[in-house]
């Protein structure tokens, strides 16, 4: 599970940090009619959901293991 | 709560964000002027502009079709010449004589444009007149002053209406806003299932209440992110990261109402997990989360309509009103408000059922 999360969380950085680096030198969000924005803008919505469903996979693990202890 | 057990809701709120999102990425922005080169002019000679559309027809249209005026204040200058030479650029001649120099100050134009397909659009300030370096007292052309005169000042493309500044972040309506339809429906929902649980004190409704607020800060956090990433780029453009968050956080009053409202709720939670028995945790929570939401009612719905906010609905910046949401934008706006919302009862109701699990286990 650990595993996962700190994948996530690392491909996460990579595309922020890239991200930065254009904006710095050219404004890349601003670059056609500024488009790249509601790519970023969907991209974070996604992310989000996707680190709360993993959170969810956390906890559901758990309760299975407790019922599987339990039978 | 038989609702969360139910399969059409959650398959309604797939289809409608599916075509949401299909009507986002397909649908085209409207017509409109994206540039003119050169941008500045003087009185001293006839220049030649390249005026640069975007989604404009100006091909198709018949050539006597396509107008174009420079406009100042009330008034509106004529080109000499115009001539199309693609669907999206147009060059004209246009100029100040110096017999008109003492008449004319230094000034800046609105670009107007109208063919038969695209109806009316424009540039605002698009082109200045600074002073002319050299005056030539042959000169005597003439800018004309004229009455415009369109058939057509709408067109009946399907698209999404071309603003300036916003461009295609137009689209982040169907994104930025529905998530905090969704995160406000939740609160509400957690408002409803606290007032329920101290009425009648079944167990369930302190499910649903305090599940709901765990949803509610995900579009939460997911509307406050969307807002950072768009404020930036539609107010603060070229200014750095840490200027846009001192702004927007600190002296804008609808995001830091907003960041408050959000706080409270994960107050909410942290109260809640500090408490250990169930009957207690409930009753607080409860009292705490009617709490919470007449906080958030103040700050996102009261707070910032008093005092000035650059966000639009605030201190008389209209949201909603007929010149923000056209009718292509309502066709996919309230599909996906009712969408997320769906999607976000959708997750509401595995997160209810897993704390049904829990509870039949422990018990």
């Known amino acids: 599970m650990k595993k996962y999360f700190a994948l996530a969380l690392s491909l996460l950085s990579v595309i922020f940090t890239s991200a930065q680096g254009v904006t710095e030198t050219q404004d890349f969000f601003a670059s056609n009619l500024k488009i790249y924005v509601v790519v970023a803008v969907l991209a974070i919505i996604l992310s989000c959901i996707f680190i709360f469903l993993l959170a969810i996979d956390r906890r559901l693990k758990e309760l299975e293991n407790k019922g599987a202890a339990r039978n | 709560m038989n609702w969360i057990y139910k399969k059409w809701w959650k398959w309604l709120g797939a289809v409608l964000l599916f075509y949401v999102l299909i009507g986002s990425f397909f649908v085209k922005l409207g017509p409109g002027i994206t540039k003119v080169s050169p941008s500045v002019f003087g009185t001293d000679s006839v220049y030649t502009f390249q005026i640069s559309g975007y989604h404009t027809h100006f091909t198709s249209a018949e050539a006597e079709k396509v107008q174009l005026w420079f406009k100042n204040g009330s008034q509106y200058f004529a080109p000499t010449s115009l001539k199309i030479l693609s669907n999206d650029i147009v060059e004209v001649q246009f100029g100040f004589s110096s017999l008109q120099q003492g008449t004319i100050q230094p000034a800046v134009f609105d670009i107007v444009m109208n063919d038969e397909k695209d109806g009316t659009f424009a540039l605002r300030d698009g082109l200045t007149l600074a002073k002319a370096s050299v005056i030539d007292s042959t000169q005597t052309v003439l800018a004309q002053v004229t009455e415009p005169k369109v058939k057509n000042n709408k067109h009946n493309l399907v698209c ?79 200014v750095s990261w840490g200027d846009v968050l001192q702004k927007l956080l600190l002296e804008d009053i609808k995001m830091a109402a907003a960041l408050i409202a959000i706080f409270f709720y994960v107050a909410y939670l942290v109260v809640r997990s500090s408490i250990s028995d169930p009957e207690k945790r409930g009753k607080v929570g409860a009292v705490f989360s009617i709490f919470a939401f007449v906080v958030f009612v103040l700050c996102v719905f009261v707070l910032p309509r008093l005092t000035d906010s650059m966000h639009p609905g605030n201190g008389g910046n209209p949201a909603f009103s007929k010149y923000d949401l056209d009718s292509t934008l309502r066709m996919f706006f309230y599909p996906a408000v009712i969408g997320w919302i769906l999607l976000g009862f959708w997750i509401l109701s595995i997160l209810i059922r897993m704390q049904f699990i829990k509870q039949k286990q422990s018990s």
Not at chain 2, 186 to 192: D, E, M, P, R, T
Request: aromatic share 22%; net charge positive.
């Open chain 2, 160 to 238: 999404f209406p071309y603003r300036e500044i916003l461009y295609e972040t137009i689209r982040n309506t169907f994104f930025h806003v529905p998530m905090w339809f969704v995160m406000t429906m939740l609160v509400f929902a957690s408002f409803i299932g606290s007032i329920l649980y101290l009425w009648k004190g079944t167990t369930k409704w302190d499910v649903l209440a305090s599940q709901s607020v765990v949803v509610a800060l995900l579009f939460g956090t997911c509307g406050y992110l969307t807002g950072l990433v768009w404020a930036k780029y539609t107010w603060y453009i070229g």
